[in-house]
Structures are given as structure tokens and as C-alpha cells.
């Protein structure tokens, strides 16, 4: 289907004002042409009404050595030839005729209007326009006219002409006022659409390299304020997101660059190796470096998806005594390696409205985190304040410097001995990252204090249930 393009909207605005212009102000002229055509020749055929009263009385009065019309009314007289009257009676007897006149009769209408009188246009006996009104006027009794049909004309073109000029008047104001406000409309919709112009040149001028500064400031009006505000949101959020797919492809790259390395360097070593035993330990170093490699790219992955806000928590009710002694069970094994222990202080149950996988994987890394990185025989203290709902994970951190607090949950950050876990075996240092992320994507907050060597982890924020119970 065919659509016209859209133009320009100064273009469209002006027209469309244009138009509106040009019909508001065409009414008023065709308005007051209308009205003043209808008052002047109301006027007119108002004063030919009157005069023709005035000579039906005179000729309905019977005076002895009575005066010519034209005496009292030279309008009439024969050098006039402007004014006319011709009356005649129920026989069609011509009663009376104006000197102005000539001899020469005045068209009659066939017909006359429900009030007996009729204003028409019709020729002089002089060749110009004019414009009559015919009346019949009843006699007395004893009249043997019984009645008198009288025309009256007048010359009409002089009021033509008055008529002209007031069109030409009425019509060359209206086109000045047209003009002058079709050029003022123009003028103010280029000065209100210039705060447009400059929120577009804005735009325009946006880098994704280099945004600069907000669009959206006070210098712009009130209803261009939510678009650039969204504008910003929307670059914001786009900048965003391509921050960190840059950053997850190179914290992928780099990760992956030394593990890569080593696989290869395992498996070209391993072709020239005849020896059983020798080719099963190289597998089983492949298989580490792959699993290290699983978990890395993993927990880049989960981070990735959390901080892009992709994944949102669905939140129930949830027991926070019983996630953390559950979380606790399932690292029994990692404890036991370590020589660590548990100290916990649990309420017997503490409610609070939550997403039960991430609170649970949460508490999973920050006890993990605790159990392999306290020194052997020391002992890990789990709390969890029922009045605030604050889960506290404390264990000794020898090796950790205050400068090292602000870096804990940083991606690849690797503090003391942290560099290597259980075994010697490297770690990326993106556990802290996941664990802030998990609780930033559930509006909690993720503290890390350092006091006389026990490094603190503390999780506040939840929110109870409001009986306590579940």
C-alpha cells in the first residue's frame, strides 16, 4: 500500500496552520461580506419602501391646485435621472409617471410577495441598473381606481460601486492579515521547534566511543524532558551492555588463554609419550584443566546473566536458619579437607521473602569461600542476627591487608593465598564477583570488614515476612 513520506515537521506544522488560517479568516470575509451586502441593500430597499409610501399618500389625496411631485421631491425631476416612479391603477391606467421617466414606462413584476410588495432589480429608462420596489396600495371606497400598483426605482450602481470597494477593502485586509499571520505562525513554530532541533543535533553529536554528557538537562522544555531522559536510560543501558560483553570476552580470553595453552602443549606432549602411565596422567591433567575451565567459563556465564539483570528472583518464603545448616552439609567435604570447622549460631527459624536458588547459592560460596581460604585447624563462625535477619560468615584472613578490602568482590581478584586453592589448584578469583551480584540482583547488601585478622562477610537487607512465620 502506497504512504505519502512524512516530510518535514516544520513543514507540516506550518501547513497544517496555514490552512487553518486560511479557512478561519476566508469564513470571516466571506462572513462579513455577506452581512455588510445585506445591510446596505437593506438600507436601500428600506429608504425606496419609505419614499414609495410617501408618493402612494400623495397620490391617494385629492387637493385642489395641488403641486407636482417633483416639487417637493427633485429627485424625481426630469433632469434627475437617478430616481423613478411610475403608478398605475386597477385598470392598468398609467395613474402617474415621474418627469425623470420620460414618457417611457418602468417594468412591472408579474407577481407580488405575500406582504403585497416586491423589491427587484430591473433597467432604467436611462440605460443604467437599478433596483425598484412595487407595492400595491388600496384606495377608498368611493375611488374609482380602488387601488394603485406604484413602482419606485432608484439608480443602483453608485451602491455597485460602494459595494466594489468595500469587497476590494474588506478583501485586501483580510490577504494583509493572512499574510502577516501565516508569516508570524511560521516564524513561532520554527522558534518552538527549535528546542527539537537542538535535543536532535544532541543526538546526532552521541558517540557510543565517547557519549559524553546527558542529553537531558533544564535547558530543554518540559515535554522534551521524558524523551531525553529515556534517550539517556536507553544509551545508558546500551553502553552497559556492551561494556560487558567486552569485558566478558576478555575476561574469557584471558582466563582461557593459559589453560588452552597448557592442553595443548599436554596433548602434543602426550603423542610422543609411549609410556602408559605417563599418557593416563596426562589425561587426567586434561581432564582438571577442562573442569577448570567448565567452572571458569561458568561462573562467567552466571555473572554475565546476573549483572545484565537477566535473571530475575522469584521470591517465597524462605528459611534462612535452615539454607545456611543446609549449606553447611553439602560442603562437609570441603571442610573435612581443610581441617576446618563450623561454629554456628542459628535461630531456630528465621522467615524471609527471598529467591530460594540464588539466597541458597549465595550462603553456598560465601561459607565455600570461608572454608577454603581459612587457615588449616581454624574455625569458620556463621551467624545470623534474628532481629536484623543479617547473616555474618567470619573467618581468619592472615594473609589480607586492609587495601585488599576493596577489591574483594572485584572479578579475578586473588589476595594472598587465594591465588591457589585446595591443592594448589588456581583459582579466577570470580566466586566474591557471583556473590555480589546474587545479592545486588535481590536489593541485598554485600559488606566485606577486616578486624585483628578475621576477615567479615555480612548479608543485610532481607525482608521478613510480616507474621514471622512461614
Request: hydrophobic share 45%; proline share 4%.
Amino acid at each position: 500500500m502506497w504512504r505519502a513520506r512524512p516530510g518535514s515537521l516544520r513543514q507540516r506544522i506550518g501547513l497544517g496552520v496555514a490552512g487553518a488560517l486560511v479557512l478561519a479568516l476566508g469564513g470571516l470575509f466571506l462572513s462579513l461580506d455577506t452581512v455588510v451586502d445585506g445591510e446596505i441593500y437593506r438600507r436601500f430597499d428600506d429608504s425606496l419602501s419609505s419614499r414609495a409610501n410617501a408618493i402612494a399618500a400623495y397620490l391617494g389625496a385629492r387637493v385642489d391646485r395641488a403641486q407636482p411631485i417633483e416639487r417637493w421631491m427633485p429627485e424625481f425631476r426630469e433632469e434627475g435621472h437617478r430616481d423613478f416612479f411610475q403608478a398605475w391603477d386597477a385598470q392598468g391606467n398609467v395613474v402617474a409617471r415621474s418627469a425623470s421617466a420620460q414618457s417611457a414606462d418602468l417594468d412591472r413584476p408579474d407577481s407580488l410577495g405575500p406582504d403585497g410588495f416586491v423589491h427587484y432589480d430591473l433597467p432604467l429608462p436611462d440605460g443604467h441598473r437599478g433596483r425598484a420596489v412595487a407595492r400595491r396600495y388600496a384606495l377608498g371606497t368611493d375611488d374609482p381606481r380602488r387601488h394603485l400598483l406604484l413602482v419606485v426605482a432608484e439608480e443602483r450602481e453608485q451602491i455597485d460601486a460602494l459595494e466594489q470597494r468595500l469587497h476590494l477593502l474588506t478583501g485586501g485586509t483580510v490577504a494583509l492579515a493572512l499574510a502577516l499571520a501565516i508569516l508570524l505562525a511560521w516564524r513561532g513554530t520554527s522558534l518552538g521547534l527549535r528546542p527539537l532541533d537542538q535535543l536532535a543535533d544532541r543526538i546526532a553529536a552521541v558517540r557510543l566511543t565517547d557519549p559524553g554528557t546527558a542529553i537531558a538537562d533544564d535547558s530543554l522544555p518540559s515535554e522534551l524532558q521524558p524523551l531525553a531522559r529515556r534517550f539517556d536510560e536507553v544509551i545508558g543501558t546500551l553502553l552497559r551492555n556492551l561494556a560487558r560483553e567486552r569485558r566478558f570476552a576478555q575476561d574469557l580470553a584471558h582466563e582461557l588463554r593459559t589453560p588452552v595453552a597448557e592442553l595443548r602443549a599436554i596433548t602434543e606432549t602426550s603423542l610422543l609419550v609411549q609410556d602408559p602411565a605417563q599418557q593416563r596422567r596426562s589425561l587426567e591433567e586434561l581432564a582438571r584443566l577442562g573442569g577448570e575451565m567448565e567452572q571458569t567459563v561458568e561462573a562467567l556465564l552466571s555473572l554475565a546473566r546476573h549483572e545484565a539483570g537477566l535473571v530475575q528472583p522469584e521470591v517465597e518464603p524462605l528459611d534462612l536458619a535452615a539454607t545456611l545448616a543446609a549449606a553447611c552439609r553439602r560442603l562437609e567435604g570441603l571442610r573435612e579437607r581443610r581441617g576446618v570447622s563450623c561454629a554456628m549460631a542459628l535461630p531456630a527459624e528465621h522467615w524471609v521473602n527471598a529467591d530460594a536458588s540464588m539466597s541458597a547459592r549465595l550462603v553456598a560460596i560465601l561459607l565455600g569461600n570461608a572454608f577454603e581460604y581459612a587457615p588449616g585447624g581454624s574455625a569458620v563462625r556463621v551467624t545470623l542476627q534474628p532481629g536484623s535477619g543479617a547473616i555474618l560468615v567470619e573467618n581468619e584472613a592472615p594473609e589480607l591487608a586492609d587495601a585488599d578490602l576493596g577489591h574483594l568482590g572485584t572479578r579475578f581478584f586473588r589476595g594472598g593465598r587465594a591465588a591457589t586453592g585446595t591443592g594448589g589448584v588456581p583459582h579466577a578469583g570470580l566466586g566474591l564477583a557471583l556473590a555480589r551480584a546474587l545479592a545486588q540482583a535481590q536489593g541485598l547488601r554485600l559488606e566485606f570488614s577486616l578486624a585483628s585478622g578475621w576477615l567479615r562477610a555480612t548479608v543485610s537487607g532481607w525482608t521478613a515476612l510480616e507474621n514471622g512465620t512461614a
